[in-house]
């Protein structure tokens, strides 16, 4: 890496005074050493990545300083991840790797224990707003809980919904950012929500309707919409549920073993008072609650439904979430580690790190519960030996 830069607590002193005057207290006292690192990422060829102008990271400082600072984002991850020694968090130019995946922003993990965002250097202050916010809530969720696309310990209806849950608590939350910051553009004059397409179209037309229907504040307007836009995530058919999620199982389901390590389950046997915990975590970082009705249960007694619906969509079986709700992935992957030599016998297991995340967790839940170590089991040994022994 280089052009590596960093946001220290100690530099917000000068604005978090009339914050925190106005009783948004900080979980922590503000330290000198946490931070949000910003770099770009080198390549070979020095022209693949140019490296951001100040401009540009002037932009994205403005943008984590706008979040961190807000009263009604006092929940929200980045202000901890500002304030907290405990916890760090890099921000990458990459744009040469957005470009590859064609999709914008995205947090992923370089390895377990790092929390890695990659952003695109040549974007304006309304694009680092949204996909901070956004992205900032999935970082949180991989600090707490380890890789959440790599929780396939779970059963797939189980993991389907907490990926589901997941995305729709951040993107809702996006929607809200977009609502409520004045620096990302929006359309006061597009009205009739219903008659609209796209998830963002929906978002300004519903806020523009009632604001004319119930002439409320726009931050009473905007809490409304973000929980509208919450329930249509989490039970309409769009992107992640038809594609996203699907892709995910048919890695998780289709190629990989997880489910059949014996120690996880140990984990499964408490999947829904962990899905519990996390829906109860995400709903703890956003500016708005959703309405009583809008309850883990209500999503999740009709999440089978929506799931059987939205599979007559799929282009192919395996492309939908009911498909690998239904597919015998247990056998399947049994039958794949019976047609191997025993050396070559090699099962999906979590890192260490995400292990201890998840033992964390279940403690919480229940202080009975015995903490799972796979790296003191005779598979695990031996398959690391054999792993170091090819690498060398």
């Known amino acids: 890496m280089n052009n590596k830069s960093c946001l220290r607590a100690s530099s917000l002193r000068r604005v978090l005074p009339l914050v925190l005057a106005l009783g948004f207290a900080l979980a922590r006292p503000m330290t000198t050493d946490a931070e949000i690192t910003i770099d770009t990422k080198k390549y070979d060829n020095p022209w693949a990545n140019p490296a951001p102008t100040q401009a540009n990271k002037d932009l994205l400082i403005s943008a984590v300083y706008r979040l961190a600072n807000h009263p009604k984002l006092a929940n929200h991850p980045i202000r901890r991840f500002l304030n907290d020694p405990q916890v760090k968090a890099q921000i990458i130019f990459d744009n040469p790797r957005l470009a590859e995946i064609g999709n914008g922003a995205f ?31 999935h ?13 396939s310990f779970l059963t797939p209806e189980d993991y389907a919904f907490q990926n589901m849950m997941e995305e729709s608590f951040s993107k809702a939350l996006d929607l809200w950012g977009a609502l409520t910051f004045p620096e990302i553009p929006n359309n006061p004059n597009i009205r009739n929500w219903q008659r609209q397409n796209s998830f963002i179209d929906i978002t300004e037309a519903m ?29 309409r058919a769009g992107t992640y549920s038809l594609e996203a999620v699907p892709s995910n199982l048919v890695f998780e389901y289709g190629q990989k073993n997880t489910f059949l390590i014996p120690e996880y389950a140990a984990y499964r046997a408490n999947a829904d008072a962990l899905l519990r915990h996390q829906w109860n975590y995400l709903a703890s970082m956003m500016p708005f609650e959703l309405k009583s009705s809008q309850t883990y249960d209500s999503y999740r007694r009709r999440f089978r439904n929506d799931a059987q619906s939205w599979a007559q969509l799929a282009q ?50 229940n202080p009975y519960f015995k903490p799972v170590d796979t790296w003191i089991t005779n598979q695990r040994l031996w398959q690391t030996h054999l792993e170091n022994m090819y690498d060398r």
């Open 207 to 235: 806020r523009n309707d009632y604001k004319a229907q119930y002439g409320y504040s726009d931050e009473v307007i905007n809490d409304m919409v973000a929980r509208e836009m919450f329930d249509m995530f989490m039970t």
């Open 316 to 365: 192919k079986p395996e492309d939908s979430i009911w498909y690998w709700m239904n597919y015998d992935y247990v056998g399947n992957a049994q039958r794949k580690l019976a047609s191997q030599a025993e050396e070559f016998i090699r099962y999906n297991y979590l890192t260490g790190k995400d292990e201890e995340r998840l033992n964390r967790v279940m403690l919480e839940i």
């Open 139 to 151: 970082i949180a969720m991989n600090d707490k809980y380890g890789d959440t696309a790599k929780l």
């Open 107 to 137: 947090s992923a993990a370089a390895s377990v224990d790092k929390n890695i965002m990659s952003l695109s250097s040549n974007k304006d202050l309304a694009y680092y707003l949204e996909n901070l916010i956004h992205e900032f809530i």
